[in-house]
């Protein structure tokens, strides 16, 4: 009688332990929820979770429907580590994030340690997939190929020009400055100017007057969009005439709302704009309905959910190391951005940033246009 009952009791405690396990599949989305960054997180956040919905819809991931935590690292590599830790204890098994490299780059070791799989739409230094480690996977694509094609450009059409190269000290800022100063130096382009400032930074006057005696014709920017607004509208009050030009982290409309009418002509590196992807039409269509402009990464983040779901489908499997190794392996995967393959680092096999220009649209707003 009490090893029946201890037997039931057992039963019973499995079942439910099953339960647990295998009714959902645990999925965390890094961003910068708040903070300066926000809208990039939003971004993230928005793409991530109806790509969820779409794909729990669709009947889920091998037949388990998927449950999302979000973490906000703020931006801070110290917050981006103990966002990590909580989605382990939480058993999450698979993070869509993180947006800078700065956090994805030392979150990726304690989810490589503990057996989660992260997938970046976003967090484009080298090192992220550099390392080795086997659960690194990234959608958007690296600082050295967006370096290649800006500086390509910036030798091309401003050939005589004096150029300042600024970085925010950053993984991310400086490690694209730096790309983009290597691909001017092999363009027989020698900067004028090669400076870091603070990441948080709101007064560039001395910056200005610095680039205005060294005759500066062109400011090649490495950060994000909240100091490149400000040095874009501080540069053009004190009569510094400089387009300026940086990469995929300026991709914000909130741009135009911190430069202002000096943002007209401003130059940035991105990927071809997915919202004019055939294969997006359908999704752009439920964001806008829904009162959201996807622009960005959001359609990278959808993306990236996509290729977890289509790869677990792939390998018959959903154990992160299985879905990696998919990944690497089972391509292309039909995404919202087209279709995708990646290499045993975990890149992207394409490389595809062109350049844009930001000028007033047909409804008078401010936004980027890419060049021909």
């Keep these: 009688m009490k090893k029946s009952l201890l037997s039931a009791v057992a039963l019973t405690a499995l079942v439910a332990f099953g339960g647990n396990a295998w009714a959902d599949v645990l999925l965390g989305i890094g961003a910068p929820i708040t903070g300066p960054n926000a809208a990039f997180g939003a971004q993230i956040q928005k793409g991530t979770e109806q790509a969820v919905a779409d794909i729990n819809a669709a ?16 931006s801070d590599p110290k917050q981006g580590i103990s966002v990590a830790n909580k989605f382990v204890a939480d058993g999450v098994k698979f ?21 989660i799989l ?32 800006a500086g390509a450009y910036i030798a091309e059409h401003f050939k005589d020009a004096k150029v300042a190269v600024i970085h925010d000290k950053t993984p991310y800022g400086q490690g694209l400055a730096d790309a983009t100063k290597k691909a001017l130096n092999d363009h027989n382009v020698k900067e004028v100017m090669y400076e870091g400032v603070n990441a948080g930074d709101k007064d560039f006057s001395a910056l200005i007057a610095k680039m205005k005696e060294a005759g500066v014709d ?3 920017w490495g950060g994000l969009h909240t100091e490149a607004g400000l040095i874009i509208r501080q540069a053009a009050d004190q009569g510094l005439k400089a387009p300026l030009f940086s990469g995929d982290g300026i991709v914000s409309n909130e741009l135009a709302s911190i430069a202002g009418d000096a943002v007209a002509g401003t130059y ?7 919202r004019n992807n055939p294969a997006a039409k359908e999704v752009v269509e439920k964001f806008r309905a829904a009162g959201f402009e996807p622009e ?16 677990a489908a792939a390998a018959g499997s959903n154990d992160p190391e299985a879905v990696a190794k998919a990944i690497k392996e089972k391509g292309p995967f039909k ?30 707003k401010y936004n980027y246009f890419q060049l021909d």
């Design 95 to 115: 993070v869509v994030g993180h947006f800078n490299s700065g956090v994805s780059i030392p979150a990726s070791e304690v989810y490589a340690e503990n057996g």
């Design 59 to 74: 009947g889920g991931i091998n037949g388990e429907q998927i449950k999302v935590s979000v973490g906000d690292d703020v």
């Design 118 to 149: 992260e997938v970046t739409p976003a967090a484009t230094n080298p090192q992220f997939t550099d390392a080795g480690l086997w659960n690194t996977i990234r959608v958007c694509g690296r600082d050295d190929q967006q370096g290649d094609v």
């Design 218 to 220: 062109l400011i090649y």
């Design 335 to 364: 995404t919202v951005l087209g279709e995708l393959s990646f290499n045993e680092k975990g890149d992207r096999t394409d490389a595809d940033y062109v350049v844009y220009q930001w000028k007033k649209g047909d409804d008078g």
């Design 296 to 311: 960005a990464y959001t359609l990278y983040a959808y993306a990236s959910t996509q290729i977890i779901a289509q790869a």
């Design 268 to 274: 940035n590196t991105f990927g071809p704009d997915p």
